[in-house]
Nanobody, 133 residues
Framework: RIEVGESGGGSVQAGGSLKLSCIVSGYTTKSVCVSWFRQGTGTEREGVAVIHTGTGSPEYADSVKGRFTMSQDNAKNTLYLQMNSLKPEDTAMYYC??????????????????????????WGQGTQVTVSS
């Protein structure tokens, strides 16, 4: 069973930075699809970044492109989300999710087209990010 756990949330002022971490373990293949989602109060869960750990090429939602960077450290089974130039609208609970998606499905177009919980069965508990103006 895949296990997922996030850390690194907090409160920052607009323009600041935070780095989230996601440890993914327990998978039985060489690589998996891992995505960062966020959900603000009263909003739908939104995919913001995705990577297939076998290809190492992250993709981003337009809302975060150029500000957020997803990376991985395979030796530590850890994925990161570096968030720069944070805005108040980035305030949300951030979740890391992982599953055995094919490389062909592990893309932002798929993440945005299908319900999050239909694609990913394994989720972390979430970490809160609050950006004040």
């Amino acid at each position: 069973r895949i296990e997922v756990g996030e850390s690194g949330g907090g409160s920052v002022q607009a323009g600041g930075s935070l780095k989230l971490s996601c440890i993914v373990s327990g998978y039985t293949t060489k690589s998996v699809c891992v995505s960062w989602f966020r959900q603000g109060t009263g909003t739908e869960r939104e995919g913001v970044a995705v990577i297939h750990t076998g290809t190492g090429s992250p993709e981003y939602a337009d809302s975060v492109k150029g500000r957020f960077t997803m990376s991985q450290d395979n030796a530590k089974n850890t994925l990161y989300l570096q968030m720069n130039s944070l805005k108040p609208e980035d305030t949300a609970m951030y979740y890391c999710a992982a599953d055995y998606l094919a490389v062909s499905d592990c893309h932002m177009t798929t993440i945005q087209a299908r319900p999050a919980k239909q694609l990913f069965d394994y989720w972390g508990q979430g970490t809160q990010v609050t950006v004040s103006s």
